[in-house]
């Protein structure tokens, strides 16, 4: 696990437009590094495997974007990066994480529930799909409760 840099872009990009309906752009990465986002990779054998993007704010933090390599997925991989944005998150203060997740994403939804997340709203027609729109559930992590690894 390590911070991303602009040299990892390429192959983030790569995993999130084989892996996410709706990708981020090059645009959206840089702008996440270009501001004081947490952005993380994580490699296997040196084969950059999986990505989140942390949004910190004074003491909540929003976890705006996580993905692995098709290849990669059910190892245990996004487990293991969301735990670690949780206690990157927990380092700085934050006594709270939220995220937005499409309502349809029950492999996402299923992952965030592992961690400790909790649906606490709904946003109606927060993303577009190939019929129209989907909603967001929001779900919250509260840090405090949790006994993070290491
Ligand atoms: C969501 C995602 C990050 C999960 O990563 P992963 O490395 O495959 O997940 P893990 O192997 O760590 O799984 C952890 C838990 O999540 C749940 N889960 C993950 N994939 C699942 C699937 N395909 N079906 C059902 N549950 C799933 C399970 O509860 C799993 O625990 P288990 O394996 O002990 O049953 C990955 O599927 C992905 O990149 N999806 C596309 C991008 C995306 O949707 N990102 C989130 C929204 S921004």
Redesign the pocket.
């Given at each position: 696990m390590r911070l991303m840099t602009v040299a990892d872009v390429d192959a983030v990009l790569a995993i999130e437009q084989a892996?996410?309906a709706y990708p981020w752009t090059r645009g959206n990465f840089c702008a996440a590094l270009n501001s004081a986002y947490l952005c993380c990779v994580d490699e296997v054998a040196g084969e950059l495997c999986?990505y989140a993007v942390l949004m910190p704010g004074v003491d909540e933090a929003e976890l705006l974007?996580?993905?692995?390599a098709a290849a990669?997925?059910?190892?245990?991989?996004?487990?293991?990066?969301?735990s670690a944005m949780l206690e990157a998150a927990c380092a700085r203060q934050m006594s709270r994480v939220f995220l937005e997740?499409?309502v349809s994403?029950?492999?996402?939804i299923?992952?965030y529930?592992?961690a400790g997340f909790v649906e606490v709203g709904m946003r109606r027609a927060y993303y577009r799909n190939e019929k129209g729109s989907d909603d967001a559930m929001v779900m919250v992590c509260d840090i405090s409760s949790l006994s993070l690894a290491g």
């Amino acid at each position: 696990m390590r911070l991303m840099t602009v040299a990892d872009v390429d192959a983030v990009l790569a995993i999130e437009q084989a892996v996410q309906a709706y990708p981020w752009t090059r645009g959206n990465f840089c702008a996440a590094l270009n501001s004081a986002y947490l952005c993380c990779v994580d490699e296997v054998a040196g084969e950059l495997c999986s990505y989140a993007v942390l949004m910190p704010g004074v003491d909540e933090a929003e976890l705006l974007n996580i993905g692995v390599a098709a290849a990669h997925q059910r190892k245990g991989l996004g487990r293991v990066m969301l735990s670690a944005m949780l206690e990157a998150a927990c380092a700085r203060q934050m006594s709270r994480v939220f995220l937005e997740v499409r309502v349809s994403n029950q492999c996402a939804i299923a992952l965030y529930r592992c961690a400790g997340f909790v649906e606490v709203g709904m946003r109606r027609a927060y993303y577009r799909n190939e019929k129209g729109s989907d909603d967001a559930m929001v779900m919250v992590c509260d840090i405090s409760s949790l006994s993070l690894a290491g």
